[in-house]
């Protein structure tokens, strides 16, 4: 593992670094911010967020205004990149395909299986390093923005014994029903479309009760809100479970990083009161 960048923030230290990745078989980068006084003798639990289409590891940590508050609670925050990156990996000239766009799911069609399989990076791999090299417990939160909004609900829906809550803003909500998600899955995943179904948030609502609290963000003013965000399809597959699900929608919000920035904080709230920091 290399460290690229280290800064001090709000008392804590924010820090970027790659390591090669054996699960996406090329260099990673990943932000981690760490609150102040977390040393090994006082770990303290992980937020994981998951970015969307066109962002880095940078997105989140330098615009969604989210470390003060973290380092108050004492809660770190992981922000991986969006998808495998380097000269040798598959990619498309579109913005929501290939670089940049990686959709959290373990790829396999070829050429994209080589590289993107992005699902077991952030559900094993990737919690493992962190869990090794920084003074943090095993308690996990995760949220993510849009694409990572859905990545986010898909793997914690998923993988509900590594998470204690998940939270989302704008996410691509039902994506087997939407441009964007059709494109990726089609192309990563193949004509299988029961593969398909495995990341849709909204589909895993539908199959059985969820216990993980869950909580989403949404503007009504979102340029993607009707044709790729769907968010409608979590509460009523949810009703049809039992499974409890808070939507807060937000009158002349749009889908970008100021609207993330507005409602981080009852996020990091709702997280920490889920991680018992609160
Ligand atoms: N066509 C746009 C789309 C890119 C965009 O809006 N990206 C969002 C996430 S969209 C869903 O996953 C984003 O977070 N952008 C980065 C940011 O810092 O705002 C374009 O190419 O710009």
Redesign the pocket.
Known sequence: MKLVSENRAFGGTHSRYTHQSDTVNCEMTFAVFLPPFATKENPVPVLYWL?????TDE?FMQ?AGAMKLAAQLGMAIVAPDTSPRGEQVADEDS?DMGKGAGFYLNATQAPWDKHYQMYDYITKELPALIEDTFPVTGERAISG????GHGALVIALRNPQQYVSVSAFSP?SNPTNCPWGQQAFSKYLGDDTSLWQEYDAAVLLSREQHYIPIMVEQGRADQFLTEQLKPEALISNAQKTDTQITLNMHEGYD???FFIASFIDEHLQFHAANLGLI
């Open positions: 970015s969307g289409l066109t962002c997105n615009k913005y923005h849009s694409m990572g691509v889908h970008s990083y």
